[in-house]
């Protein structure tokens, strides 16, 4: 949708973030095998946002 709305530097740093975070193994959620929550997986997501 962002890239659709030409918004592709935010496009690009929402896909790094969530790319990063699924490199993770400790933000897996239980369908990933994992034991986070969603909450945890959205916060690590969020908080790789912003720091890019």
Known sequence: ?????????AAQRI????HEVLADSRHHTQ????AAT???FTAAVLERV???
């Not at 949708?1 to 530097?9: G, H, K, Q, T």
């Not at 896909?15 to 969530?18: F, G, I, K, W």
């Not at 369908?31 to 994992?34: A, F, R, S, Y």
């Open 1 to 9: 949708m962002l890239r659709y709305l030409a918004e592709e530097d």
């Open 15 to 18: 896909e790094l973030a969530v």
């Open 31 to 34: 369908d990933l095998g994992g």
């Open 38 to 40: 969603l909450d945890e």
């Open 50 to 52: 912003h720091c890019s």
